[in-house]
């Protein structure tokens, strides 16, 4: 945990020096938020964000526990609950540049496979029960099969476990409905320019021949072939808003007008300016020829 309270520091410091790295170039112009989809135009794509549903929960022993179960602590073990994600801004930063939130966790709470020390090695946890719960009444949210989805002309997701899961269960397949045939037809894309920041184990992927394993559906997904087989990064993150700024491009190039992320919690915190909770969705109009954060 330690580890991570040190990377999520650095994050922090980037995020100001690439703040007054963007006073000499263009302002970006950052998503703006809606209460739900706008009419998508030439000049606008709109973004239906979601973040993942809660991670597999280990005990400190790191064997899963039952559903339900509550880990038990050491003596010298934090206490999870006492701890909690602050968003906070240093010098009026945040509110010059609202897209560069200042995210600084004294402990990621994004699943319950933080809920423990030795736990915390656990690497790309998959969605618990709890997660493929969240990812089932997001569908039910979304409008269901009937609903807005039917719009979403693309989804473009994080290829970690949980945000699979949790894209699938949104659309209506996946393990939260029993890995039934897909009801919406849309186009998916896996990319890993949205894959979370590196700061603790579980922000580490598997390698994409695992993946193709664990979920041959993949295998007919826009941007597998090009995937590596390994393709997160090892360490601190130096090109976090590097990145970021890939990932607007990307997003603005691509020919759909109304497009799914599907990704995580560290990674939505720095381009909404908010962090979203587990299952939680933002809808947004983007700019599509507006300036780019490089």
Not at 189 to 194: E, G, Y
Request: charged share 20%.
């Amino acid at each position: 945990m330690l580890h991570q309270f040190l990377r999520e520091a650095g994050y922090y410091i980037l995020a100001v020096i690439w703040a007054m790295r963007s006073l000499c170039r263009p302002r970006r112009v950052a998503p703006e938020l809606t209460d739900g989809p706008s009419q998508p135009s030439s000049s606008t794509k709109t973004i239906l964000f979601i973040r993942h549903g809660q991670g597999m929960r280990f005990t400190s022993q790191g064997r899963p526990l039952r559903h339900g179960q509550l880990p038990r602590r050491a003596a010298t073990e934090p206490d999870p609950a006492r701890l909690s994600y602050w968003t906070i801004g240093l010098l009026g930063i945040n509110s010059l540049f609202p897209h560069f939130a200042l995210a600084f966790p004294f402990a990621r709470l994004a699943g319950n496979h933080n809920k423990s020390v030795k736990g915390w090695k656990l690497i790309d946890p998959p969605l618990n029960e709890s997660g493929i719960a969240q990812a089932k009444s997001l569908h039910t949210d979304l409008g269901g099969v009937h609903g807005v989805l039917r719009s979403v002309e693309a989804v473009i997701v994080s290829p970690l476990a949980r945000a699979i899961q949790t894209a699938q269960g949104a659309f209506g397949h996946g393990p939260a409905f029993g890995n039934c045939t897909p009801p919406i037809r849309t186009h998916w894309v896996v990319t890993p320019l949205l894959r979370e920041r590196m700061g603790a184990p579980c922000d580490e992927g598997r390698p994409k021949s695992e993946l193709l394993a664990a979920m041959p559906e993949m295998a007919d997904w826009e941007g597998v072939d090009d995937l590596a087989e390994h393709w997160w990064p090892t360490g601190f993150e130096w090109d976090l808003y590097d990145r970021i700024a890939e990932l607007e491009a990307y997003i603005r190039s691509r020919p759909e007008s109304t497009i799914a992320l599907v990704g995580h919690g560290g990674l939505f915190t720095r381009i909404l300016g908010y962090h979203l909770k587990n299952c939680g969705h933002q809808w947004a109009a983007w700019e599509a020829d507006a300036p780019i954060a490089v």
